[in-house]
């Protein structure tokens, strides 16, 4: 059986639709965590630390308070000619450290929404890990981390509700 090249790979429906179906299915894996876990103790990778002081040196813009660009990312910035340049030589350090480090994934383009179809971009997972810890470890994600464990505590709530009718009608 012959290794699959993605240099060289055609884009065939087939596999983008599976690259869709795992990148929504982290997004909403993410999306529990941060509603279960508070952001700062989080851990995405073992790599953490290195990954926030690389994102902080190769990209100081995104740390600085009041950590505009960090809160609602620029998709230009992030795919023009010179953003893409910048990101490659971020993400290719990983290369052989983090596993599926070029693979696609859903972030939230304002840290202060949930993900939907007006605020997710498709990024690669170190973009993805290097954005999410530095928004976790400068607090950004607290306020939606508050929201999303409200709407959790209400759908648990509800299906409770439902389940306790479904016996009072028996």
Do not use: C
Not at 48 to 66: G, K, M, N, Q, R
Not at 81 to 105: A, C, L, M, P
């Amino acid at each position: 059986m012959s290794k699959f090249d993605p240099q060289n790979a055609q884009n065939m429906v087939e596999i983008e639709k599976q690259f869709a179906v795992v990148a929504v299915e982290q997004a909403q894996t993410y999306w529990n965590l941060i509603a279960s876990v508070k952001p700062r103790e989080l851990r995405l990778t073992k790599l953490d630390d290195e990954i926030f002081e690389h994102l902080s040196t190769a990209f100081p813009e995104l740390v600085e308070a009041p950590y505009d660009n960090l809160i609602k990312l620029d998709e230009e910035m992030m795919k023009n000619e010179q953003g893409k340049e910048r990101w490659r030589v971020f993400i290719n350090k990983y290369e052989k450290t983090v596993k599926d480090f070029n693979f696609g994934s859903l972030i939230r383009v304002d840290a202060k929404d949930e993900y939907a179809q007006h605020n997710s971009i498709f990024v690669t997972r170190m973009q993805f890990y290097a954005i999410e810890i530095a928004r976790n470890r400068l607090g950004l994600n607290d306020e939606i981390h508050e929201k999303a464990k409200k709407e959790a505590q209400a759908e648990k709530e509800k299906k409770l509700k439902e389940k306790a009718d479904k016996k009072r009608k028996k």
